[in-house]
């Protein structure tokens, strides 16, 4: 039987960010400089209970930042740290190389051990350290428990930690609180650039009716017998979704304690022996379990068994494991691919001009990549040079998967890929199931072949895509893409996978979908039209047994660009629950009704107009006769938001602590210069503006301002007056 599954990448994070500024949260900030937590020191010289609610960190609807190198103490002999959401969600930020530590001294009562996590968690940049005075209680740092019996029903509470970020734990940390939490709590810890590590004190006394297990870190699956948010006390599964995703590079270490999960029994038992025993040890799970059970995942894969599926996704090619189970420092860490880049001027890929960082020179494609279409992974492909032009025009569907490890394509800085369909049959596909990004370069399909009518079908998250994938696609600084052929969004015909995350994000970027429309195949005739094959489609999909497939497809500008297509235009097609399909001919103003396209992640889901962040020229659909017809000529989409935001490094819409970051490491315009770290300064918090006639509105972060003062306090970079 094939289980329904929970994925939450990083979009959910910022979806639920947007959420909580929609909810006008408070906004809390640190003041600066060291202390502790109880200190006068937040929003202007006040003392936590008033500005959260108390001193424990709130009951929710907070928006709170520790910044710029702070180091803040939270002393738990006399309180305990336990953030909430029952008034609303709550998000906690601590960045800029600041760290917040919670501290166990010697105490007798064991609850002062325990955090209890109920909200999001940020460390971007940042530290949250859990951890005792020496001496002290035998639990150690206790217990750090996300999704506590305080949690409310089917909520989704996300950790990301980014950018050199680290959540260290001296105690245990669990997932959910053993048969007490929520029914339907989602905990997503993302890591892309940090790592946790859990190593230190294992065990904690029973307290507040918990069961005493010993494990680093404890995964519980309850059920409904009498307590947590939700229940009804049938005894039916709780239905946790729980995952630990490396969205990018990163590491989790355990030691002795080891990794333990915890499933309850119809009768109430549990399936691990260690509950409320000690002298019998649990068994521990490897991190290779975790991927097999979809726990552990890399880009939103992982090694669980789907319809359609005969054995896992190899573990061994997406990370590496140090250590044992059970012993000292068992660590896994995210494996990256090789970086191979192009070399020479203009050419053909096949040409050996292929570097492998740390590797062999003047490598032809079969040699670098170990075939000559493309990738099928462990490599990250970077093309760059002004005017340089690499041609792809072999009779061969190109592809870049990710069977053998992560991959990534990168064309930058005036640099050219092109595709060229030189038949009319294989060679009109190209096969994309990993990351794009079009920095001030070009990513080209065009058709030169004799009696070849289109660059046929450019195919984002089909036929070899993964359940869960996310698969990311950028263009900003000028990139563009010039698509002569079909874009699909999904795999039309069956061929996506469950979950399957498609984000195209254009900052200053150009999408062109213009040219032929047509493919070589008449899988869309039945429902679309004959002679319809859409410039754009958005598929959504099912299994063999009719389950959807749950794809996410999305469209977000955050900055200036624009998307055109003509002839068929715009398809959304649906697979329903009989396998026959649904087809929509969209607007852009009906992507934006669906979430489809979004502005800094707003669309008409979150309750925005269109109108304020985009307008449309061209016709949609000339003949007027609706779907089924050819005829759009040029429909254009032209994003309102403004050219870049100055300072924004990362070409995310905003200025921010990881533009720092990006000019630390040399990757600004003019790497580490005193000029581009000023224009950092000078644009902290900004972010991408609407401009519509003469009316300039900021598109804001909710504590944009509070924690620029913050990070340039901490920084050096902003002086107050005395």
């Given at each position: 039987?094939?289980?329904?599954?929970?994925?939450?990448?990083?979009?959910?994070?910022?979806?639920?960010?947007?959420?909580?500024?929609?909810?006008?949260?408070?906004?809390?900030?640190?003041?600066?400089?060291?202390?502790?937590?109880?200190?006068?020191?937040?929003?202007?010289?006040?003392?936590?209970?008033?500005?959260?609610?108390?001193?424990?960190?709130?009951?929710?609807?907070?928006?709170?930042?520790?910044?710029?190198?702070?180091?803040?103490?939270?002393?738990?002999?006399?309180?305990?740290?336990?953030?909430?959401?029952?008034?609303?969600?709550?998000?906690?930020?601590?960045?800029?190389?600041?760290?917040?530590?919670?501290?166990?001294?010697?105490?007798?009562?064991?609850?002062?051990?325990?955090?209890?996590?109920?909200?999001?968690?940020?460390?971007?940049?940042?530290?949250?350290?859990?951890?005792?005075?020496?001496?002290?209680?035998?639990?150690?740092?206790?217990?750090?428990?996300?999704?506590?019996?305080?949690?409310?029903?089917?909520?989704?509470?996300?950790?990301?930690?980014?950018?050199?970020?680290?959540?260290?734990?001296?105690?245990?940390?669990?997932?959910?609180?053993?048969?007490?939490?929520?029914?339907?709590?989602?905990?997503?810890?993302?890591?892309?650039?940090?790592?946790?590590?859990?190593?230190?004190?294992?065990?904690?006394?029973?307290?507040?009716?918990?069961?005493?297990?010993?494990?680093?870190?404890?995964?519980?699956?309850?059920?409904?017998?009498?307590?947590?948010?939700?229940?009804?006390?049938?005894?039916?599964?709780?239905?946790?979704?729980?995952?630990?995703?490396?969205?990018?590079?990163?590491?989790?270490?355990?030691?002795?304690?080891?990794?333990?999960?915890?499933?309850?029994?119809?009768?109430?038992?549990?399936?691990?022996?260690?509950?409320?025993?000690?002298?019998?040890?649990?068994?521990?799970?490897?991190?290779?379990?975790?991927?097999?059970?979809?726990?552990?995942?890399?880009?939103?894969?992982?090694?669980?068994?789907?319809?359609?599926?005969?054995?896992?996704?190899?573990?061994?090619?997406?990370?590496?494991?140090?250590?044992?189970?059970?012993?000292?420092?068992?660590?896994?860490?995210?494996?990256?691919?090789?970086?191979v880049t192009w070399s020479g001027g203009d050419g053909n890929w096949d040409d050996a001009e292929w570097d492998t960082t740390g590797g062999a020179s003047n490598q032809n494609s079969q040699t670098a990549f170990g075939r000559q279409n493309g990738s099928e992974g462990g490599h990250n492909i970077v093309i760059s040079g002004a005017g340089v032009d690499v041609t792809y025009n072999r009779d061969s569907d190109f592809?870049?998967?990710?069977?053998?490890?992560?991959?990534?394509?990168?064309?930058?800085?005036?640099?050219?890929?092109?595709?060229?369909?030189?038949?009319?049959?294989?060679?009109?596909?190209?096969?994309?199931?990993?990351?794009?990004?079009?920095?001030?370069?070009?990513?080209?399909?065009?058709?030169?072949?004799?009696?070849?009518?289109?660059?046929?079908?450019?195919?984002?998250?089909?036929?070899?895509?993964?359940?869960?994938?996310?698969?990311?696609?950028?263009?900003?600084?000028?990139?563009?893409?010039?698509?002569?052929?079909?874009?699909?969004?999904?795999?039309?015909?069956?061929?996506?996978?469950?979950?399957?995350?498609?984000?195209?994000?254009?900052?200053?970027?150009?999408?062109?979908?213009?040219?032929?429309?047509?493919?070589?195949?008449?899988?869309?005739?039945?429902?679309?039209?004959?002679?319809?094959?859409?410039?754009?489609?958005?598929?959504?999909?099912?299994?063999?047994?009719?389950?959807?497939?749950?794809?996410?497809?999305?469209?977000?500008?955050?900055?200036?660009?624009?998307?055109?297509?003509?002839?068929?235009?715009?398809?959304?097609?649906?697979?329903?629950?009989?396998?026959?399909?649904?087809?929509?001919?969209?607007?852009?103003?009906?992507?934006?009704?669906?979430?489809?396209?979004?502005?800094?992640?707003?669309?008409?889901?979150?309750?925005?107009?269109?109108?304020?962040?985009?307008?449309?020229?061209?016709?949609?659909?000339?003949?007027?006769?609706?779907?089924?017809?050819?005829?759009?000529?040029?429909?254009?989409?032209?994003?309102?938001?403004?050219?870049?935001?100055?300072?924004?490094?990362?070409?995310?819409?905003?200025?921010?602590?990881?533009?720092?970051?990006?000019?630390?490491?040399?990757?600004?315009?003019?790497?580490?210069?005193?000029?581009?770290?000023?224009?950092?300064?000078?644009?902290?918090?900004?972010?991408?503006?609407?401009?519509?006639?003469?009316?300039?509105?900021?598109?804001?972060?909710?504590?944009?301002?509070?924690?620029?003062?913050?990070?340039?306090?901490?920084?050096?970079?902003?002086?107050?007056?005395?």
């Open positions: 039987m094939i289980r329904r599954v929970w994925f939450a990448p990083a979009c959910l994070a910022v979806a639920g960010a947007l959420g909580n500024a929609a909810l006008a949260q408070t906004v809390v900030t640190w003041d600066g400089g060291n202390g502790e937590w109880s200190d006068l020191k937040w929003n202007g010289g006040q003392a936590p209970a008033a500005v959260m609610g108390n001193q424990n960190g709130g009951d929710g609807n907070l928006n709170v930042t520790i910044g710029g190198g702070s180091q803040v103490l939270f002393d738990s002999s006399s309180k305990s740290l336990r953030p909430r959401s029952s008034a609303g969600p709550s998000v906690f930020t601590i960045t800029g190389g600041a760290k917040l530590t919670h501290n166990t001294p010697i105490t007798g009562d064991p609850d002062g051990n325990w955090t209890t996590w109920d909200a999001d968690l940020n460390l971007d940049n940042g530290t949250f350290e859990r951890n005792w005075t020496a001496g002290g209680t035998a639990e150690a740092g206790g217990i750090l428990m996300v999704g506590s019996w305080r949690s409310l029903q089917d909520q989704q509470i996300t950790i990301n930690t980014t950018n050199g970020g680290l959540l260290k734990n001296d105690g245990q940390v669990w997932f959910g609180a053993d048969e007490e939490h929520a029914v339907g709590l989602k905990v997503s810890a993302l890591i892309n650039g940090g790592s946790w590590d859990l190593t230190g004190g294992t065990s904690h006394e029973a307290a507040n009716n918990s069961h005493d297990v010993r494990a680093d870190l404890a995964i519980w699956y309850g059920r409904q017998f009498g307590s947590g948010a939700g229940q009804d006390g049938s005894g039916d599964p709780k239905n946790e979704d729980y995952e630990i995703n490396f969205q990018g590079p990163g590491s989790l270490t355990v030691d002795q304690g080891g990794i333990v999960v915890y499933r309850q029994n119809a009768d109430g038992t549990w399936n691990q022996p260690d509950i409320d025993d000690n002298a019998t040890p649990a068994t521990r799970s490897t991190y290779e379990d975790l991927w097999n059970d979809g726990i552990l995942k890399g880009k939103g894969m992982s090694g669980e068994i789907f319809f359609g599926d005969t054995s896992p996704r190899p573990f061994a090619n997406y990370f590496t494991v140090t250590g044992t189970p059970g012993s000292a420092d068992y660590k896994v860490t995210r494996k990256e691919g090789a970086t592809r870049l998967q990710n069977n053998n490890g992560f991959s990534s394509m990168t064309v930058k800085n005036g640099a050219s890929l092109t595709l060229d369909t030189l038949l009319a049959e294989d060679g009109t596909w190209t096969r994309w199931v990993e990351d794009l990004t079009v920095d001030g370069g070009t990513f080209r399909r065009v058709k030169t072949g004799a009696g070849v009518g289109n660059g046929g079908a450019f195919i984002l998250g089909g036929f070899a895509g993964e359940p869960g994938q996310e698969i990311n696609i950028k263009v900003v600084n000028g990139g563009k893409i010039e698509n002569d052929g079909q874009l699909w969004v999904g795999s039309a015909g069956g061929d996506d996978d469950y979950g399957i995350e498609n984000t195209i994000t254009v900052n200053n970027g150009t999408i062109d979908l213009t040219g032929g429309d047509s493919g070589n195949i008449d899988l869309l005739e039945g429902a679309f039209g004959a002679g319809v094959e859409p410039d754009m489609l958005f598929w959504y999909g099912r299994d063999g047994e009719g389950t959807a497939l749950g794809e996410k497809h999305t469209i977000n500008f955050t900055g200036s660009g624009s998307i055109t297509v003509d002839h068929s235009g715009i398809w959304i097609g649906t697979m329903e629950p009989d396998f026959s399909i649904t087809a929509v001919h969209a607007s852009y103003e009906e992507l934006w009704t669906r979430g489809i396209l979004q502005a800094n992640g707003k669309s008409g889901l979150t309750g925005d107009t269109f109108g304020t962040y985009f307008s449309v020229s061209g016709v949609f659909d000339a003949d007027g006769a609706g779907p089924g017809t050819l005829g759009g000529e040029n429909y254009k989409l032209t994003s309102l938001l403004s050219t870049g935001t100055a300072g924004d490094f990362d070409n995310d819409g905003d200025v921010d602590g990881a533009d720092f970051l990006v000019w630390q490491r040399g990757g600004s315009p003019s790497p580490l210069s005193p000029a581009d770290l000023a224009t950092w300064k000078a644009n902290f918090g900004a972010s991408a503006t609407v401009n519509v006639g003469a009316a300039v509105g900021a598109v804001p972060e909710p504590t944009a301002l509070a924690s620029a003062m913050v990070a340039l306090c901490g920084l050096g970079l902003w002086r107050s007056r005395r």
